[in-house]
């Protein structure tokens, strides 16, 4: 199995930055296409970012598209999302997955625990 632990979540305000960080172990990190998801409160994990095993290719959802840069370290066994222009909307628990390269989080099989980002206006 693989383990993930998501990192770097915090309280901020509107238009501030914030980089999340997953890492993991478990199995050969540099195989696995790497995506970030959010849930908010009473609504369904939705997309956020793909990146795949090299790292050279990259996909977002269209809310987020300018703003947030997904970025991997292999080396490092590390996945980051920068967090740029934050809005209220943006707050949610921030998820890391492992293992495929989908917008869907039911084709994904290794989550981390999450970790909570919140934004005031």
């Known amino acids: 199995q693989v383990q993930l632990v998501e990192s770097g979540g915090g309280l901020v305000q509107a238009g501030d930055s914030l980089t999340l960080s997953c890492a993991a172990s478990g199995r050969t990190f540099s195989t696995y296409p790497m995506a970030w998801f959010r849930q908010a409160p009473g609504k369904a994990r939705e997309f956020v970012a793909t990146i795949s095993s090299s790292g050279g290719t990259k996909d977002y959802t269209q809310s987020v598209k300018g703003r947030f840069t997904i970025s991997r370290d292999n080396a490092k066994n590390t996945v980051s999302l920068q967090m740029n222009s934050l809005k209220p909307e943006d707050t949610a628990v921030y998820y890391c997955?492992?293992?495929?390269?989908?917008?869907?989080?039911?084709?994904?099989?290794?989550w981390g625990q999450g970790t909570q980002v919140t934004v005031s206006s």
């Open positions: 997955g492992a293992g495929v390269n989908s917008r869907y989080p039911t084709a994904y099989n290794y």
